[in-house]
């Protein structure tokens, strides 16, 4: 098989375990606005879902780094170690919080509601310090986009400024309690999530051809 379809078909894959992981939890499940009481309830009965979403992450962190290792492969130096960086820290970010998902849906019922609470509000701030790795994955392409002869097309040094540019603004959803800029909250899960997935598009379709010309 090509190279570049490996590359596609990873993505598509891992990109199918990202949402499958969201979808089974559904849209009952906790976030940093719940009280410990409503987290013990709902990893109480939703604890094989919990777990589910847990290993979907492992799969999600796999698809990751086979992304990484393909498209960094034909990046110049230094740029090629910043996105792979970034790529890393994002994949350490999913699994930490499948690890607290996991472990919270074992034994929910004999936590008290404050350690529920703190247990679970831990995780939901990945959705901010995951923009550090974000930012780090797109400036790396960002710098290929300049100077005397770019290395990637007008369109893509474009996204790729558009996707640095929203990640630095959803930073501020660290400070954020409730609402769309809430930690792990829609700015983070579906605006953050959709412009990243067009930029992880545009990036596959650029690296594509280099990795077939790079194999042969």
Same mark, same amino acid.
């Given at each position: 098989m090509q190279p570049s379809r490996i590359l596609l078909l990873n993505i598509l894959a891992a990109g199918a375990f990202y949402v499958a992981g969201f979808a089974v939890l559904g849209s009952g499940y906790p976030t940093i606005e719940s009280s410990g009481r409503e987290v013990i309830e709902w990893f109480s009965h939703n604890g094989a879902d919990a777990r589910i979403y847990a290993w979907t992450a492992a799969f999600f962190s796999l698809g990751l780094a086979v992304f990484a290792a393909q498209v960094a492969a034909v990046m110049p130096k230094p740029q090629r170690y910043i996105f792979f960086a970034g790529v890393l820290g994002f994949a350490i970010t999913a699994q930490v919080q499948g690890w607290f998902w996991a472990g919270l849906s074992f034994h929910p019922q004999g936590l008290d509601a404050a350690t529920? %609470?703190? $247990?679970?509000?831990?995780?939901?701030?990945?959705?901010?310090?995951?923009?550090g790795s974000t930012m780090t994955m797109a400036v790396a392409f960002i710098?290929?986009?300049?100077?005397?002869?770019?290395?990637?097309? %007008?369109? $893509?040094?474009?996204?790729s400024v558009l996707f640095f540019v929203e990640q630095a603004i959803e930073t501020v959803t660290v400070f954020g309690r409730s609402g769309f800029i809430a930690p792990g909250g829609p700015m983070n899960v579906y605006l953050g999530g959709i412009i990243g997935f067009v930029w992880v598009a545009g990036v596959v379709r650029w690296a594509m051809p280099r990795v077939d010309q790079q194999a042969h």
């Open positions: 529920a %609470r703190t $247990l679970f509000q831990i995780p939901t701030y990945w959705g901010p310090l995951i923009n710098a290929l986009g300049f100077g005397r002869k770019p290395i990637i097309p %007008r369109w $893509l040094t474009g996204l």
